[in-house]
């Protein structure tokens, strides 16, 4: 039962990921749309924003469900540098995008916020892995991809709040983006402590 509803879970997550990933290329690719219109004057910025997320997403998945990496860790520690490269590129080109928008304040802040919890996590990993601590690492690695989901949950939870009466606006852009990362990280926290609680003493000392 525990292993039908991780694959399911992973299934709806790859989904999800590859329908955002469409919508979102779709959106910015005409360069006469609307949305692209309002990253004209700073387009590098979003597309190398685009580009480290779209490697993130995709690679993540590989990375986290893969068991060939047991095997050959070279591939898996090559693989893994693609991740953080992607994680680095669409970071820095967050940056940039944030430095740069007519946003409101609180929205500016509430992107900063997602880009710190999605550098932090990745780099605790990297430091887990170079000190051998693997189990760590892992752990960290599904927080980082908790937090690299974000974008897609902020897509989806948007229409809803707005169907459901609140006023679409700064403040609710605001409250939506802190929520996309940490209520991911919260799920991910609340099934690791569950495990952990099913788990027999002598495994979890091991860990």
């Not at 994680?87 to 409101?104: D, E, F, M, Q, W």
Request: hydrophobic fraction near 55%; charge should be positive.
């Amino acid at each position: 039962m525990k292993a039908a509803f991780v694959v399911v879970t992973w299934l709806i997550i790859v989904v999800v990921s590859a329908e955002f990933l469409m919508a979102a290329y779709a959106k910015y690719g005409l360069l006469d749309s609307p949305a692209y219109g309002r990253f004209v004057d700073r387009h590098g910025w979003l597309w190398l924003h685009l580009a480290g997320g779209v490697v993130a997403i995709v690679t993540g998945p590989i990375q986290l469900l893969a068991r060939w990496w047991w095997e050959r860790p070279a591939l898996h520690r090559r693989v893994g540098y693609l991740y953080f490269g992607g994680v680095l590129t669409a970071s820095a080109a967050a940056a940039g995008l944030i430095a740069t928008t007519p946003a409101p304040l609180s929205i500016k802040i509430g992107f900063a916020g997602t880009a710190l919890a999605w550098l932090t996590t990745a780099l605790l990993a990297m430091i887990a892995i170079h000190r051998g601590r693997v189990e760590r690492h892992r752990t960290w690695m599904i927080r980082n991809y908790a937090v690299t989901l974000a974008p897609v949950l902020f897509r989806l939870m948007l229409p809803v709040a707005i169907a459901s009466g609140l006023a679409p606006g700064g403040a609710l852009i605001s409250c939506l983006l802190w929520a996309s990362w940490i209520l991911p990280l919260a799920m991910v926290e609340a099934f690791r402590r569950r495990a952990r609680a099913s788990t027999p003493p002598s495994c979890n000392a091991i860990r």
